[in-house]
């Protein structure tokens, strides 16, 4: 048995069909199955809180993955999460005391400590560290060119359970919105890319099989409003809390509860995620922190949290899987809990459930 769990960062699943992501669709249609409506990410809807669901198979309440950047107690500062890394285990750790192999190759670089990917057997780019002349996505990440090099390279493709990460639909929709030309584009080439992946995996196909997901989607910014600051909205309303902007979100640590929050103006709303943490957002493609002019689609917000949910391969199990992806609305956390379903190893913090045990 072999997992292969391939993301396709911000791949919208309204994008997914025989029109933009035509292998894909074969894959899903004639080899395996997926979930109509969609999978939901954790909040926020961000990448790292959602990368640090699909390894540990918890939620941020146990990983601690709130936004991409995380409270440091003691620079007193919100610092990037890759420096941190989840506050549980990982299916790398896990599946090692199990005697498996692993590997994580990622288009983004950042991802690497946010996942705690030097805890996989291989992993790339190393400690997160672009090897130098590596070509880059339009946003400066790893081109998904180089990610399939590497793992060619690294022989990522054997491991029994495969992590690939690719970034470009992630860069293109931060660019260019969710629906212009360029972001289709984009989708198209993610969709030939996909299958190049694929066809790495076909040696061992009756023993395979292949997960292809995403971790949230994009709103379009709406730039008639200035960027929310919600450090300023909590001084202005006399409210206690320190504040990280973030995407769509807000959140607050300290914070004095969703029901005060969601009294601020700009505010549609909020939820607590834990103990004196609240996560807020306003209304659609209204951005916290800063509005680049350049930016045009953003995440974080629960109006991204949907996430393409897909499974094929040739193992006899994907039809048990597909048919529990088709009745189900699968969360982040649940594909970790398969993987040691599949695999056989135990993951004892994870809070999701596995998608072998029908619901
Ligand atoms: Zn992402």
Redesign the pocket.
């Given at each position: 048995m072999r997992v292969a769990f391939l993301i396709e960062?911000?791949l919208p699943n309204g994008r997914v069909g025989p029109e933009h992501t035509p292998h894909l669709w074969r894959l899903i249609t004639e080899e395996g199955g997926w979930a109509p409506d969609g999978g939901r990410s954790v909040l926020a809807s961000?990448?790292y809180p959602?990368?640090a669901s699909f390894v540990t198979g918890a939620d941020v309440q146990q990983h601690r993955i709130f936004t991409n950047d995380v409270w440091d107690s003691e620079q007193e500062a919100f610092i990037c999460s890759a420096f941190v890394g989840p506050a549980i285990e990982t299916v790398f750790d896990a599946a090692r005391r199990a005697g498996l192999s692993t590997s994580a190759i990622l288009g983004?670089q950042t991802m690497v400590g946010s996942m705690d990917a030097p805890s996989a057997d291989v992993h790339w780019p190393p400690m997160g560290e672009p090897p130098e002349g590596a070509a880059t996505d339009s946003l400066g990440y790893m081109a998904t060119s180089e990610v399939i090099a590497a793992a060619d390279r690294l022989d990522a493709w054997a491991a029994d359970l495969v992590f690939i990460h690719g970034?470009e639909p992630?860069s293109a929709l931060h660019l260019y919105g969710p629906d212009a030309p360029e972001t289709i584009d984009a989708i198209h080439q993610c969709d030939v890319q996909l299958a190049e992946m694929v066809d790495r995996l076909r040696p061992r196909w009756d023993e395979t099989v292949v997960f292809v997901v995403?971790?949230?989607e994009q709103e379009q910014i709406d730039h008639r409003f200035d960027a929310i600051d919600l450090g300023a909205e909590l001084d202005a309303a006399g409210l206690p809390g320190i504040a990280h902007n973030e995407g769509t979100v807000g959140l607050v640590i300290e914070s004095p509860g969703a029901a005060a929050i969601r009294r601020l103006d700009p505010i549609e709303d909020a939820v607590d995620l834990d103990e004196g943490i609240t996560l807020a957002w306003s209304g659609p493609g209204r951005v916290f922190g800063r509005r680049h002019k350049s930016i045009n689609g953003q995440?974080g917000s629960p109006r991204t949290r949907t996430q393409v949910a897909s499974v094929f391969g040739g193992h006899p199990v994907v039809k048990t899987l597909a048919d529990e992806l088709a009745s189900t609305t699968p969360s982040a956390t649940d594909y970790a809990p398969t993987m040691a379903a599949l695999l056989g190893f135990d993951l004892p913090h994870a809070t999701g459930r596995s998608l072998l045990q029908t619901s």
């Open positions: 960062d911000s961000s990448t959602n990368h983004d970034n992630d995403s971790d949230h995440h």
